[in-house]
């Protein structure tokens, strides 16, 4: 088993297709059908950020784990704060347990640790696996900017956000994500 770190940009059509089939069972479409040759153009042509890789685990050529990172400018205070942002982080349940999942994000964090970015920030629905690496829930109101809906609306799906080393600092104020949850 073995971890590879590739530039988004560099992912084969293969690559892409197993990506999706991980990250859709694991997190299944809200509709009906699912048009995988739409998911895989939507997947290619995504806005991809100056900074955007995938950790992948495979075991053998199958696909077993997955979390991808990118840069993403917040504004905090009126203050433009590049981060680095966490998403997509998952397992195949079958592979659970095993240190899969703590290898990959040990793997995304080390762009902080290497003084990349500052920190991280991220949402999830399981805050003890983060609390392992020294990540601290936040509870900051959250916004986005750059929404046509409403700014007000709180982009997360998830109901915990957390940051990445414990000691950063983002204050009591509203965050703006600038862009869509991740």
């Excluded at 809906?149 to 957390?162: A, E, L, S």
């Amino acid at each position: 088993m073995k971890i590879h770190i590739k530039d988004r940009l560099e992912l084969s059509l293969s690559e892409i297709r197993k990506i999706l089939e991980l990250l859709t069972s694991i997190w299944p479409p809200q509709v009906g059908f699912v048009d995988t040759e739409k998911m895989i153009q939507d997947y290619s042509r995504k806005n991809l950020s100056s900074f955007n890789k995938v950790l992948l685990y495979f075991k053998g050529e199958e696909l077993i784990g997955h979390t991808e990172i990118f840069n993403r400018e917040i504004i905090v205070d009126s203050e433009r704060k590049e981060i680095l942002a966490l998403a997509g982080v998952c397992v195949k349940p079958e592979y659970r347990g095993k240190d899969i999942g703590y290898s990959l994000v040990e793997n995304a964090f080390r762009y902080v640790d290497n003084g990349q970015f500052s920190c991280s920030i991220f949402q999830t629905n399981v805050p003890g696996f983060y609390e392992r690496f020294d990540c601290k829930q936040i509870q900051n109101k959250f916004i986005n900017g750059k929404s046509t809906i409403g700014t007000n609306k709180n982009p997360w799906r998830d109901p915990y956000v957390m940051v990445y080393p414990n000691t950063c600092i983002v204050g009591d104020n509203d965050i703006d994500l600038n862009g869509e949850g991740y």
